[in-house]
Each structure stands twice: as C-alpha cells, then as structure tokens.
C-alpha cells in the first residue's frame, strides 16, 4: 500500500488518529479477540510504544479525552475558542459560520477542542503534511 500526502489542517477522525500515532513514534495495529471483551467491538485499532498499549481503549484522540489530555499536557497545547470570522473566511472549516478551536502559534484549527489539539500536536512534531497510508 502507498503513502499518501495529507495536509493536517484537513485531518480528522481516523486518518488524524493515525497521524498522532505516528507523531508518538507509535505503532498501530488491530486488536486480536483475545484482547478485548464480548461487549466491545470485534477489532479496535490499538497504538503501541515498545508492544506496551498506549490506552485500554480503541485509539482515537481526536475524541478521547483520556488518550488527547496527557499529550494536550505534555506539549502545552491549549485551543481557543474564536468565532470564524476572526479567521481566514476562505478556510473550509470555517465557511458555515460556526465556531472553531484554534491554537495560533501552530495553526491547528478544528471543529472541537480535541481535533484542534491534535493537529497541532501533528502539526508540531511532523510539519503542515504527513505521509499516511
């Protein structure tokens, strides 16, 4: 499979997951059966630092907060809340008037607190565009 070239300013769910998982230096793989109970989906994506689990749940810090928060921490990144029009009015993510997050000094922006924190972690550690598969 090839990588491809996303810009991290148009990341989120998924893709953005992967993304902090590479800017981590963590290895994602799916969950085996074993791993999980019978009340949790089948497969889960999981993101490992040395085979050692990063979090218990399926990883996606672009919506959880227990797995956003320590890296939020860590690398001081602190979203704002602005109302669009403060901001590039030709942006996409900024074109239906609602309100945005944003860390200024990088410039990860996003719909919620989370996918703007996470871009910028993205943003800070591997630059504007990653390779992801």
Known sequence: ???????????????????VALALGA????SRPWEHHDDEPAVRLLALIDGVPVSKEPWAPSTTWSQAGPIMQAEGISPERCKPDSMDAGDPLVS???????TEEDGGCGPTMLV???????????????DLP
Do not use: C, N, Q, Y
């Open 1 to 19: 499979m090839h990588d491809m070239k996303h810009k991290v300013s148009t990341l989120s769910g998924a893709l953005l997951d992967r993304a």
């Open 27 to 30: 290895e994602l793989r799916m």
């Open 116 to 130: 703007s924190a996470m871009r910028t972690f993205v943003i800070r550690k591997l630059g504007p565009v990653v």
């Open 96 to 102: 239906d008037g609602r309100w945005m997050w944003v």
